[in-house]
């Protein structure tokens, strides 16, 4: 059993050396999801390319009491929102798939509608073009119908639709137990073996 651990751990560490992820931070509430994400990909040793929204700085000031340049530490490379001569616009910048975490309605509404109006939204659309995993973690509550519809246009284009919905079958102690449970489901739907939340009848 123990020798079987250990080759899993192995195969799984070599896999996450050779990923290549893009991340963005936007401006919705919930940068402490994207923060801990970025934590646990530089900890496996994956590739990321990091684009912070301008309006996101705010936000983690506000909620995080850090700084735009602490987020970009935890990546490989960094990009301003407005880098259009960036790599990731391309279709030739080859990714294993993009998470946008916390992801804006306005966000959601641009990649639905195809308007690439920034960095972010471009590297979203051409993850879509070439047919590659886009996840998305929405944190807005109540939704109205417009927000719905955007969603739906594009779970039914493939993407993962994944929002900030925390389970409490655990037995969360603190909030940090409630993060790494989201952040976790983030890893499961790109293949990254993780775990950082009790999964359902295992003890």
């Known amino acids: 059993m123990f020798l079987s651990e250990v080759i899993y751990s192995l195969i799984d560490y070599l896999r996450c050396v050779q990923m290549r992820l893009i991340i963005a931070v936007t401006g919705a509430s919930g940068v402490i999801y994207s923060k801990r994400l970025l934590e646990v990909l530089k900890e496996k040793n994956v590739e990321v390319h990091l684009i912070i929204s301008n309006a996101s700085e705010k936000i983690l000031y506000h909620e995080l009491e850090t700084t735009k340049d602490e987020l970009e530490k935890l990546a490989t490379k960094t990009y301003a929102e407005d880098d259009f001569y960036a790599p990731l ?25 195809g308007y690439s109006e920034n ?65 976790g489901k983030v890893l499961d739907s790109v293949g990254i073996h993780n775990n950082l939340f009790e999964r359902w009848s295992e003890q």
């Open 89 to 113: 616009a391309s279709g030739s910048f080859l990714a294993d798939g993009m998470i946008i975490i916390p992801c804006s309605s306005k966000t959601v509404a641009g990649i639905a509608q």
């Open 119 to 183: 960095l972010i939204l471009r590297a979203a659309d051409v993850t879509l073009k070439e047919h590659r995993k886009l996840i998305l973690v929405p944190r807005e509550t109540p939704l109205n119908a417009i927000h719905l519809r955007n969603q739906l246009e594009l779970a039914m284009q493939g993407v993962v639709i994944l929002p900030a919905m925390p389970a409490f079958y655990h037995k969360p102690k603190k909030i940090d137990d409630l993060v790494d449970f989201i952040v």
